[in-house]
């Protein structure tokens, strides 16, 4: 499976300040998820990434609190805006893999601590 | 709505024993499910996957039934070992995504 790397490994950041998430890949992937993990709870999907369009963002999520980009089959970014202590997650992305390209590989994730 | 939910949120088993995870689902359309390992600090591992037309599926160590009738998925760790210790989460692909169950914590005592 794909090698995934994600940028920083944490932070700890105070209100209202954005934090951009870097997610690097390995090889050429068409899609690309990024996920929020809340202390102690399962993955919410935030969005979908493909390269070389608009993400799709999931009910409960928009553009302007995630902007996210998708500039080629081995990178996107999470942004994390206008934080408040609520955004206290980890951030994980991942991407799809497989012969039917269903199968979800993860990154290591970004544990985010808002003050 | 759809879920996908776990029977027992924590698990305790004693070293070599076998340990089984259950999973319950909603809809009866979805056809492919994944079980994940999380450890602490880290991103979700696969462990094994089973599409709707098979009723099991063998890794190493690891054996994934589904029961579509019923709607239950389980998988089952053969001679638990501390490394195992980690939280277990089912998923289930639905319209090109990933639906995720709240996980289940396992806990192996030597």
């Known amino acids: 499976s794909a090698v995934i790397s994600q940028k920083p490994s944490r932070d700890i950041c105070q209100r209202g300040t954005s934090l951009t998430i870097q997610c690097q890949v390995d090889s050429q992937v068409t899609m690309m998820f990024w996920y929020r993990q809340q202390p102690g709870q399962s993955l919410t999907l935030i969005a979908t990434?493909?390269?070389?369009?608009?993400?799709?963002?999931e009910s409960g999520f928009v553009i302007d609190k995630f902007p996210i980009s998708r500039p080629n089959l081995t990178f996107s970014t999470l942004t994390v805006s206008n934080m408040s202590p609520e955004d206290s997650s980890i951030y994980l992305c991942?991407?799809?893999?497989?012969?039917?390209?269903?199968?979800?590989?993860f990154g290591p994730g970004t544990r985010l601590t808002v003050l | 709505g759809e879920s996908v939910g776990l029977h027992l949120p924590t698990l305790s088993v004693q070293e070599g024993d076998n340990s089984i995870i259950n999973c319950a689902y909603s809809n009866s359309a979805s056809d492919y499910f994944i079980w994940y390992k999380q450890e602490s600090g880290k991103g979700p591992q696969f462990i094994i996957d089973?599409?709707?037309?098979?009723d099991k599926r063998q890794g190493q160590r690891v054996t994934v039934l589904l029961n579509k009738t019923v709607k239950h998925l389980s998988l089952q760790i053969a001679a638990t070992q501390p490394g195992d210790s980690a939280v277990y989460f089912c998923?289930?692909?639905?319209?090109?995504?990933?639906?995720f169950g709240q996980g289940t914590e396992l806990s192996v005592k030597p």
């Open positions: 991942s991407v799809e893999e497989g012969w039917s390209r269903d199968t979800q590989y």
């Open positions: 990434a493909n390269q070389g369009s608009e993400a799709t963002y």
């Open positions: 089973i599409r709707s037309n098979m």
């Open positions: 998923a289930d692909h639905q319209g090109g995504k990933l639906i």
